[in-house]
């Protein structure tokens, strides 16, 4: 299988007019990417749905892992939450490479408030196809 980009994204696709259209750069193997969650990414009040921060998390893995060349799917994702995320508040969300074997990347995202509080982290095995 041959995973392509045909820029629909919900997460970072630049051609999906409901998606969050999120600018990632990759430097020395990691992903980073800032942004700032709008009222219509909320669950409560106010606060970022956890199914929203999970996707985050998740995309910085994947998206690390296609701009390396390495074609790959999430096998498994384990998400902590630590503090919620507020809506209209700046996020940076921060994604690595931990190792590789033949068919499985390790790898690890986090996602962090300006002030480097901790909003949520978590790690990955994605499956090479």
């Known amino acids: 299988m041959k995973l392509e980009d045909n820029h629909k994204c919900f997460v970072c696709g630049k051609k999906n007019s409901d998606g969050l259209k999120i600018n990632f750069k990759v430097s020395d193997n990691k992903i980073k990417a800032e942004f700032i969650p709008s009222s219509s990414l909320q ?3 106010n606060i970022v749905h956890g199914g929203i921060v999970s996707t985050l998390l998740d995309e910085a893995m994947g998206k690390l892992a296609f701009e390396l060349g390495i074609n790959c799917l999430t096998a498994e994702i384990n998400v ?7 809506v209209g508040k700046k996020y940076i969300l921060t994604g690595e490479i931990l190792r590789r074997t033949h068919r499985i990347v390790f790898a690890m995202s ?19 196809v």
């Open 43 to 45: 669950g409560y009040a």
């Open 80 to 86: 902590r939450f630590k503090n919620p995320a507020y």
């Open 110 to 128: 986090k996602i962090q408030s300006e002030s480097n509080l901790l909003i949520a982290e978590a790690t990955g095995k994605l499956i090479v």
